[in-house]
């Protein structure tokens, strides 16, 4: 069974900076990709960014130009850098990763953005 933990999350200011990790029980290639979801209070959870196994990324319209999601395989870590952070990026941070017969989630670390 795969397990993702998630870390790094906290309570930081507005225009601050936070990288989450997201540690893979397994090797990350057996993912067709890994994605980070978040999820505010009395909102959907929502997809921040994803990267293939090929190494494609995507991002939400409100990471794009703050968050850089990236890998590192020989760790089977994947991170999500969040830079000049806002009150609205509060939420818990899920990791996710998905093979064509499987979904997997970590329980999620949460972000504190305060102004």
């Known amino acids: 069974q795969v397990q993702l933990v998630e870390s790094g999350g906290g309570l930081v200011q507005a225009g601050g900076s936070l990288r989450l990790s997201c540690a893979a029980s397994g090797n990350i290639f057996l993912f067709n990709a890994m994605n980070w979801y978040r999820q505010a209070p009395g909102k959907q959870r929502e997809l921040v960014a994803g990267?293939?196994?090929?190494?494609?990324?995507t991002y939400a319209d409100s990471a794009k130009g703050r968050f850089t999601i990236s890998r590192d395989v020989a760790k089977n870590t994947v991170y999500l850098q969040m830079n000049s952070l806002e009150p609205e990026d509060t939420a818990s941070y899920y990791c996710n990763a998905f093979t064509y017969r499987d979904d997997y989630w970590g329980k999620g670390t949460l972000v504190t953005v305060s102004s």
């Open positions: 990267i293939t196994r090929g190494g494609s990324t």
